[in-house]
């Protein structure tokens, strides 16, 4: 029951409060988990590229800067395992480019699965790649 402790994730239709402002969407994440390192909160914003919009409601931020939030909270948490399905979902150029960064600086130590369909940019720093195709041709033959 307290496996959460332990497994962080983000996913295209995972949602944040929209009411709260990003101070309170974090302030309730920390009530779950904390951030890796003993990592601030001011840290953790700066990170996120978010820290002008930390106490405006994140019903006003874009898609991109939602999923900024999102990834920034999984990422950034203190966790064994991080579960990332189509991590650069609504990311511009730039956007993805800061995920990949922010993903190499912080998933040592850590089990990383990512779920995706822009290999590419999405996967970067995986070791092992299962195509899930590979699977559906051999459950076909059975």
Known sequence: ENIFR???LA??????????????????FLSFKKFRNDMS???AVQLMGLSKQLNKQLKHYSSGMKQRVKLGLAILSDSKIL????PS????????????????????E?????????EEAETIGCNLKIN?????LLDAQV
């Not at 579960?83 to 189509?86: H, P, Q, T, V, Y």
């Not at 979902?89 to 040592?108: C, R």
């Not at 899930?132 to 559906?136: G, N, P």
């Open 6 to 8: 332990d497994v962080a």
């Open 11 to 28: 996913t295209p239709y995972m949602t944040n409060y929209d009411e709260f402002t990003l101070q309170e969407n974090i302030d309730f």
């Open 41 to 43: 909160v001011r840290e």
């Open 83 to 86: 579960l990332l399905d189509e």
């Open 89 to 108: 979902s609504h990311l511009d150029v730039n956007a993805i480019a800061w995920y990949q960064d922010l993903l190499k600086k912080h998933s040592s």
């Open 110 to 118: 850590r089990l990383v699965f990512v779920a995706s369909n822009k």
């Open 132 to 136: 899930i195709e590979d699977f559906k």
